[in-house]
T-cell receptor
Framework: GAVVSQHPSWVICKSGTSVKIECRSL??????MFWYRQFPKQSLMLMATSNEGSKATYEQGVEKDKFLINHASLTLSTLTVTSAHPEDSSFYICSASGTGLQETQYFGPGTRLLVL | RKEVEQDPGPFNVPEGATVAFNCTYSNSASQSFFWYRQDCRKEPKLLMS???SGNEDGRFTAQLNRASQYISLLIRDSKLSDSATYLCVVASNQGGKLIFGQGTELSVKP
């Protein structure tokens, strides 16, 4: 149980385009979803926390207008990287936690983004 | 100063060796502590939680020292499959946020 999926698993896009990444909890209701970014040889950095039905809370230094997060249902959150640039190339990972899971975060498999 | 600090390694050890990783954290109000394992180009996976009393899971032993704000992970009888990056993770007292260390890379050689 407690499976989280992400789609797509990898994406290559041209600079200036927008990319949407989906995070789904497959067998539980995710009251909270977290979005992380990881650059090579670095730790996971939390970008934002989203609770179903409310606005996401962004970490310091993360532009909310560039990284749009929507958590419209208890099983789906989306991250849209708007007007992507090469420096946005990274490994984006979501995690989800829900009631009855003792606040454990379950991680999705990640999405590798390459912006040319 | 980083909130969670780890020696990035790499640690290169032979099969069967015992290896220990250390981690320090800066926020004394931190609530929960974990070790995660991350394989190359994959998501992190929970290895074990860490308790003040110490806990063991097979070949893995984790220890927490709240007074020193120090966490450790001991791996006994290393296997080739233990090669990965080990992430020290601290849960803050703010809405379940996890703070990840940089990770310590382990390479177990035959």
């Amino acid at each position: 149980g407690a499976v989280v999926s992400q789609h797509p698993s990898w994406v290559i896009c041209k600079s200036g385009t927008s990319v949407k990444i989906e995070c789904r909890s497959l067998d539980f209701q995710a009251t909270t979803m977290f979005w992380y970014r990881q650059f090579p040889k670095q730790s996971l950095m939390l970008m934002a926390t989203s609770n179903e039905g409310s606005k996401a809370t962004y970490e310091q230094g993360v532009e909310k207008d560039k990284f749009l997060i929507n958590h419209a249902s208890l099983t789906l959150s989306t991250l849209t990287v708007t007007s992507a640039h090469p420096e946005d190339s990274s490994f984006y990972i979501c995690s989800a936690s829900g009631t009855g899971l003792q606040e454990t975060q379950y991680f999705g498999p990640g999405t590798r983004l390459l912006v040319l | 100063r980083k909130e969670v600090e780890q020696d990035p390694g790499p640690f290169n050890v032979p099969e069967g060796a015992t290896v220990a990783f250390n981690c320090t954290y800066s926020n004394s109000a931190s609530q929960s502590f974990f070790w995660y394992r991350q394989d190359c180009r994959k998501e992190p996976k929970l290895l074990m939680s860490v308790y003040s009393s110490g806990n063991e899971d097979g070949r893995f032993t984790a220890q927490l020292n709240r007074a020193s704000q120090y966490i450790s992970l001991l791996i006994r009888d290393s296997k080739l499959s233990d090669s990965a990056t080990y992430l020290c993770v601290v849960a803050s007292n703010q809405g379940g946020k996890l703070i990840f260390g940089q990770g310590t890379e382990l390479s177990v050689k035959p």
